[in-house]
């Protein structure tokens, strides 16, 4: 029990540290920041959730006892939160076959399990990234015309820091920026929690903790109404006020996770190819290089929930029934 608590306290601190780090203004603490939900991850799927939610408590409490109230909710909401409910995910299952009766003794074989399906987290996911940005735009103000106008300032200081003769023409490249800010923070925290779940549980499949068999990442699907969410959430971006900023960061996570979607779905189409090694390799490269291309994987996760692409290509490479005698 001590070194449960032990471990509790170091992923903790350590979380705390990574995401304190932020106050330096160094480049390197940005990579720390984002990081921080890491330990609280790994504690959480190799020791339990239990593990995570003491680490993270402890973490909070620290922060608000050093730093003020605010970096203690902070905290709470973007890194402790997430690395609990998602480790608590990963391994969560249920039983979907009977267990072999026995007259005797004991069971002869172990029942069937059926883990929580690799979709559904990366939904939570686009959640946890929706929620974390929704909050830290509310810091800023209570209305769009506030949230707005103190982006506007603080992008219109950092341009005139780094260059004290910044022309009007400026000012127009800086609206561009408000307006995509929020879908790009939403984007960002998406990405940066599928990283931190990922890693995580490389770490505790390395360290044999991982209590369960890793899914096979191709099958990944959404539920089929995030389809109907994502077009509601379309619909309220043509609105005015608070309400439209809160829809373009609910479309832009959702279609963040059409986008990994489509990684799997063409994960599977070029199951058949002999250099897909090459083929996947150059995708991943030009989507991390040029980004805008991205939006071919958007495309594709859709049309695969629309025209179910990867079953098709499946049941095409399925070998024929054999014949009946």
């Not at 979907?96 to 939570?124: M, Q």
């Not at 959404?222 to 609910?250: E, K, R, S």
Request: proline letters at 7%; one cysteine or more; aromatic letters at 8%.
């Amino acid at each position: 029990m001590m070194a449960f608590g032990l471990i509790a306290l170091i992923a903790g601190a350590a979380s705390a540290l990574m995401f304190a780090s932020i106050v330096s203004g160094a480049l390197i603490s940005l990579v720390l920041f984002y990081l921080a939900p890491l330990p609280l991850m790994v504690a959480s799927i190799g020791w339990g959730p239990l593990c995570a939610s003491l680490g993270g408590i402890a973490a909070a409490i620290g922060l608000g006892a050093l730093f003020g109230l605010p970096y203690c909710i902070a905290f709470a909401v973007t890194v402790a939160l997430p690395a609990w409910w998602l480790g608590h995910l990963v391994l969560l299952s249920r039983r979907v076959g009977p267990v072999a009766p026995a007259a005797d003794a004991e069971p002869t074989s172990e029942p069937e399990l059926e883990w929580y399906p690799v979709g559904r987290i990366l939904l939570w996911i686009a959640g946890f990234a929706t929620l974390t940005t929704i909050a830290a735009l509310l810091t800023l103000g209570t209305d769009a015309e506030t949230i707005t106008g103190t982006l506007q300032r603080g992008l219109m200081r950092l341009l005139r820091a780094t260059d004290p003769q910044t022309s009007g023409e400026a000012g127009q490249f800086v609206d561009a920026l408000v307006r995509i800010a929020p879908a790009a923070a939403t984007i960002v925290a998406m990405m940066t929690l599928t990283l931190n779940l990922w890693l995580s549980a490389k770490v505790t499949a390395t360290s044999g903790r991982l209590r369960r068999p890793w899914p096979v990442m191709r099958t990944a699907e959404l539920p089929p109404m995030t389809l109907v969410a994502l077009c509601i959430a379309l619909a309220f971006c043509f609105t005015g006020g608070l309400l439209a900023i809160v829809a373009q960061i609910t479309t832009a996570a959702l279609m963040m996770g059409y986008a990994l979607t489509g990684f799997a779905v063409l994960h599977t189409l070029t199951l058949a190819l002999k250099s897909r090694t090459f083929w996947l390799g150059s995708t991943y490269a030009v989507v991390v290089v040029f980004g805008w291309p991205v939006i071919a994987m958007v495309i594709l996760g859709l049309a695969d929930a629309v025209f179910g692409f990867r079953e098709r290509f499946l049941r095409s490479r399925q070998p024929p029934p054999l014949p009946t005698p």
